[in-house]
């Protein structure tokens, strides 16, 4: 079971995302936003904002909220000066964990995201104390019921994909960033429907935790997640498929 990655499959099979739609799109404006701002309004010739809509589109964004996005990153319209910070830190059991914001107060998200973590048995961490353990990919899950690790295994080497993960009742997909787009709609091509898709950060190692220590990482990971200003959150922890699925419930 690959951690983080497994809990965002179970969270967007049980609808979990659904019910925070409102969040979703809230965060997905903002990084389109400050793509368009970063690297210019098209997306043709921005990748960071070309997998900003993707990501917006696979919510069912409405057009006009993504123009307009666009638009106040380009300038065209006003729009909020929003900053990017990174934190690291740890969790219960010494549990890695990265959390990406965009905030337009540093110091209050700062004394927030601090709070959190020593609320729920953690701390943060200095710049580079565990960054270097995670590699961002593209990673796309696939009920298993939806097509056979042979159909999906010549999508991903006729595609550029990196590896194909058996997780359990979902096929896994990997790929370097680069090659997520064209992976993706392969898959989508092939009429495959994908219970998660998103280009995130995956960690080399995982720390098993079990019984108390994994509900206390559990409550962080719901607290960070929850918290406005977070754009994502990524960490090595692993726990039993079990009490996954109990949480996530």
């Known amino acids: 079971m690959s951690g983080h990655s497994k809990w965002a499959t179970i969270k967007h099979k049980k609808g979990a995302l659904d019910a925070k739609r409102g969040k979703t799109f809230t965060r997905l404006i903002k990084e389109i936003t400050i793509a368009a701002k970063s690297g210019g309004g098209d997306p043709d010739g921005n990748p960071r904002l070309r997998t900003a809509v993707l990501a917006a589109k696979a919510e069912n964004m409405p057009a006009d909220n993504i123009k307009r996005a666009i638009q106040r990153g380009t300038g ?56 270097h353990m995670f590699s961002k990919k593209g990673l796309i899950a696939v009920e298993k019921s939806a097509a056979s690790e042979e159909r999906l295994t010549d999508i991903v080497l006729e595609h550029g994909g990196e590896d194909l993960n058996d997780e359990g009742d979902t096929w896994e997909i990997l790929t370097e960033p680069a090659a997520y787009e064209s992976v993706l709609e392969a898959v989508k091509a092939a009429g495959i429907p994908t219970v998660a898709s998103e280009v995130t950060m995956i960690a080399s190692t995982y720390t098993k935790l079990e019984g108390a220590p994994a509900n206390a990482m559990m409550r962080l990971l719901d607290a960070l997640e929850d918290f406005d200003d977070t754009q994502n959150v990524y960490s090595n922890f692993d726990m039993d498929a079990e009490q996954m699925e109990q949480v996530a419930g």
């Open 76 to 131: 065209e319209l006003e729009g909020v000066n929003y900053e990017e910070i990174t934190f690291e830190g740890y969790g219960p059991g010494g549990v890695a964990i990265v959390v990406d914001v965009l905030t337009d107060n540093r110091n209050r998200t700062v004394s927030e995201i601090r709070h959190m973590f020593s609320k729920n048995g953690g701390n943060l961490g200095s710049t580079g104390s565990v960054l």
